[in-house]
């Protein structure tokens, strides 16, 4: 496609600021021309969602070009740690799988049920979701078709270098058209997004997704044992910090409430799952999860094994008074536990999640 086609396309035509495309790094090693001409084009997905020409685009994009993220890199934060332990893609499939789910069964028109529902995963990382949906899930590749989008430039370079279609964004600002998915994901890290910005966020899903569509909302309860983690271990002993305020089931209905669409909110298995040959072997692998996903690797070296690292999942993972405390009885496996299956060990470690699922009407 050439490159004034492929502007048009996107909305960039009459782009205010059409200037920016050719000066500022969209992405780390590209300017937002580059990705128009050279990325854009080769994913149909993109050409057909993707709209640079809304008000307030130029804003957005220079807002974008000078931010830094903690997900960057391990310079910056936790980026390279992050994105390490994602290269498992079979540890979180077990919630991965239900949301995409949720999202699968999204009733838009038109278009024949066979075809799969385009989702926009907003806080895509460099595409964990769509991976594994490649690697854990060819079924459901029939189903869902994974749009992944993210802040961080060094994340969305990422699931570019690995095929997958994927945009620059923030959550508040999306570069989609109006009703241009089937279905939208907010997951695994919406507690990231400001508190201003979590109603344009919500606004923004909304915006995109055709009528019949969903929006889906997934995080950790203030009150949870996932969020006790962030607070008493990944806060005090990482560099970055962890000053995110999470969510709670009154927070999720209010936000949907105020942006004029209601959502229910529901609560979600969403464990932490390592296949290993022993037991020994399952506990280190899930401690080293746990390290590089959380960016807790040097405080967990101090702690002088995997005993005590597993100790302290425990102490942290234990889920019996929060589970007594949900509206509505769940059979989730209480604490952290190695199990035999299958001639080999896992490990599981519980994490209780709620998700917001919000209905989009004509
Ligand atoms: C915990 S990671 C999750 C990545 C991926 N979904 C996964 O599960 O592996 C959170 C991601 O949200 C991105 N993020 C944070 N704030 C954001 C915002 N306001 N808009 C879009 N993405 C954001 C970060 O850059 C990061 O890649």
């Known amino acids: 496609m050439v490159a004034d086609e492929t502007h048009r396309e996107a909305g960039l035509v009459n782009m205010q600021a059409n200037a920016l495309a050719e000066l500022d790094l969209y992405l780390p090693s590209m300017t937002l021309n580059d990705y128009l001409c050279d990325v854009v084009p080769i994913h149909p997905l993109l050409v057909s969602t993707l709209d640079f020409g809304r008000p307030d685009a130029d804003k957005a994009l220079r807002e974008l070009t000078s931010t830094t993220t903690e997900f960057d890199s391990d310079v910056t934060g936790r980026g390279d740690s992050y994105r ?56 459901l590749s029939d189903r869902v078709s994974i749009l992944t ?45 400001a508190p201003q910005h979590r109603l344009g966020a919500v606004t923004e899903a909304l915006r995109i997704v055709r009528p019949g569509g969903r929006v889906i909302v997934h995080d950790f309860d203030t009150a949870s044992p996932m969020a006790q983690f962030f607070t008493g271990v990944v806060h ?37 799952i390592v296949r ?57 496996t209480p604490h952290p536990i190695v199990y035999p299956a299958h001639g080999a060990y896992v490990a599981e470690v519980p994490r209780s999640a709620l998700v917001a699922i919000a209905k989009k009407v004509a």
Not at 151 to 156: A, I, P, Y
Not at 281 to 300: Q, S
């Open 84 to 139: 390490r332990a994602q290269r498992d893609s079979s540890v979180r499939w077990t919630g991965i799988r239900q949301l995409l789910e949720i999202a699968s069964e999204s009733a838009t028109e038109p278009g024949p049920p066979s075809q799969p529902r385009t989702v926009l995963d907003v806080l895509g990382g460099d595409g964990t979701l769509a991976r594994a949906v490649r690697e854990q899930a060819t079924d």
């Open 149 to 193: 989008g993210d802040l961080s430039g060094e994340m969305v370079e990422r699931a570019l270098a690995q095929g997958l279609p994927a945009v620059r964004q923030a959550a508040n600002h999306l570069f989609l058209g109006d009703c241009a998915v089937d279905a939208v994901l907010l997951a695994y890290g919406t507690h990231h997004i």
């Open 236 to 272: 005090p002993h990482t560099e970055a910090g962890h000053d995110y305020p999470h969510f709670s089931r009154e927070l999720l209905t209010e936000l949907f409430d105020e942006a004029g669409t209601p959502a229910d909110v529901v609560d979600l298995y969403d464990p932490l």
């Open 276 to 332: 290993g040959a022993t037991e020994e072997d399952v506990r280190r692998r899930m401690c080293d999860y746990v390290a590089d996903m959380y960016g807790v690797r040097a405080f967990f070296d101090t702690l002088g094994g995997n005993d005590t690292c597993w100790r302290l999942l425990e102490q942290y993972f234990t889920h019996e008074e929060y589970l007594a405390s949900l509206p509505d009885r769940v059979d989730y």
